[in-house]
C-alpha cells in the first residue's frame, strides 16, 4: 500500500507530525517580501523546483505575510513552521558569526564571499543552523551588494555626520556611530515614507530590493561605500520535519537546492547589473566610493570599534572572533 506523508501546523503551531499512508509531503515556508532582490528571485523558485526535481511528490508552499522578518529563523526553529528562507543580519546581533561578512574591509564582494563561504564559512554556517536554531540548511545566497541610498550625496566622512541612516545589522550600526552618523530604526514597509518625511536622510540596503521597494521615487543617490556589501540569506527546514522526509527525497531536495543555490551566486552581477540600469533610468546618480575615499574611511578610528565589539561579542559566546577574522584574512590573502 502507498504510503502519503502529511506535514501540518497544528493550531498552537506545534512542529508538524507526519501522517501514515500517504505519499505525497506538504510544506509551507515563509519568507518576507522582497520584489526584485535575488533573494526573492530564488526562494520563490523553490516550489516548482523541487516539484519538478521530486516528481510532484514534495510541494511546497509560499507564505509571505506569516512571520515577521525577526522571527525567520525562531519560527523553524521553535517548530512554528517548518520551513523559512531566513536572513543573516537580523540574527547578527545574537550571533556575531552571522556578520562575519559585514565587517568593514574584510570581504569586499560576492567573489570574496563566495570563496571563503566554500573554504570554511558554509560548513560554519551548517553547524550554526543546526546547534543553534534546530534547521537543516538547503541553500545560501546573498542579496545584492549593500549600498546607501539618500535624499542628498553623502560621498565623504564629513558628509555622514549627523544623519540619519536606518541599517540592517549591527556592525554597520556601530560603523556609523564611529562616523558621526546616526542609526535610526524604521520598518521596512515604512522606509519609503520615512525618507519623504525625513524622519531618515537615508538607508543601506540591497540595491535590488530598495528599486522595487521605491527608494528611487524619494532619493536620489545611491552611493557604494563597500562597508560590509554582503548580507547573506538561507533556506531551512526544522531538523525534526526533515528528519522525517524518506532518505530518497531528501537526496533530491538537496540536489535541487544546491543546484538553485549555485546558480544564485553565479548569476549574481548579472541580475546587479539588470537592476542598476533601471535604477540610473529612473534618474538616480549611482556612485561608488574611489580608492583615496575608501582610505579615508578603513582605518582605526572609525573600524576598530567596529571590530573590538564584535570580538567582545564573540567572546561572550565562547567563540575566538580574531582567529575568525585571521582565517578569512588567510583565505583572501589580505
Known amino acids: 500500500m502507498k504510503k502519503r506523508i502529511l506535514f501540518f501546523i497544528s493550531l498552537v503551531m506545534s512542529v508538524p507530525s507526519l501522517v501514515a499512508n500517504a505519499q505525497e509531503v506538504d510544506l509551507t515556508m515563509v519568507m518576507i517580501p522582497g520584489p526584485g532582490s535575488i533573494y526573492s528571485q530564488s526562494v520563490l523558485q523553490v516550489p516548482e523546483r523541487v516539484s519538478k526535481a521530486t516528481d510532484g511528490r514534495v510541494k511546497i508552499t509560499i507564505n509571505n505575510s506569516l512571520v515577521k522578518g525577526t522571527q525567520l529563523a525562531p519560527s523553524v526553529r521553535d517548530g512554528r513552521t517548518q520551513m523559512s528562507a531566513v536572513l543573516h543580519p537580523y540574527l547578527s546581533s ?6 562575519l561578512s559585514h565587517l568593514p574591509g574584510l570581504i569586499e564582494n560576492i567573489e570574496e564571499y563566495k570563496f571563503v563561504w566554500d573554504a570554511f564559512y558554509g560548513k560554519l554556517l551548517a553547524d550554526i543552523w543546526l546547534e543553534k536554531w534546530n534547521s537543516v540548511v538547503l541553500a545560501e545566497g546573498a542579496f545584492c551588494t549593500q549600498n546607501l541610498w539618500s535624499k542628498t550625496p553623502i560621498q565623504s566622512i564629513e ?7 536606518r541599517v540592517n545589522n549591527t556592525e554597520s550600526a556601530h560603523l556609523l556611530n564611529a562616523l558621526g552618523a546616526k542609526p535610526t530604526p524604521i520598518a521596512w514597509g515604512e ?4 525618507l519623504d518625511r525625513g524622519l531618515i536622510d537615508g ?3 540591497a540595491s535590488c530590493a530598495g528599486y522595487q ?12 561605500w563597500k562597508t560590509g556589501p554582503i548580507v547573506g540569506w538561507a533556506i531551512l527546514v526544522n531538523k525534526d520535519v526533515w528528519a ?11 540536489a535541487e537546492m544546491w543546484s538553485l543555490q549555485e546558480e544564485s551566486f553565479h548569476s549574481y552581477y548579472e541580475y546587479q547589473t539588470v537592476m542598476q540600469e ?42 575566538d572572533g580574531k582567529a575568525l ?6 583565505v583572501l590573502g589580505k
Open 325 to 330: 577574522v585571521k582565517r578569512v584574512r588567510a
Open 278 to 319: 533601471k535604477i540610473e533610468a529612473d534618474g538616480a546618480q549611482f556612485w561608488v566610493a574611489p580608492d583615496n575615499k575608501l582610505e579615508e574611511l578603513f582605518v582605526p578610528k572609525y573600524t576598530d570599534a567596529v571590530y573590538e565589539t564584535w570580538y567582545k561579542r564573540a567572546d561572550e559566546l565562547g567563540v
Open 191 to 194: 522606509i519609503p515614507s520615512a
Open 244 to 254: 522525517e522526509v524518506p532518505a530518497d527525497l531528501q537526496q533530491m531536495i538537496k
Open 213 to 224: 521597494h521605491g527608494f528611487g521615487r524619494v532619493t536620489k543617490y545611491l552611493q557604494n
Open 94 to 99: 545574537g550571533d556575531p558569526r552571522m556578520g
Open 203 to 205: 538607508i543601506m540596503s
Open 159 to 165: 558628509d555622514f555626520k549627523g544623519k540619519k541612516i
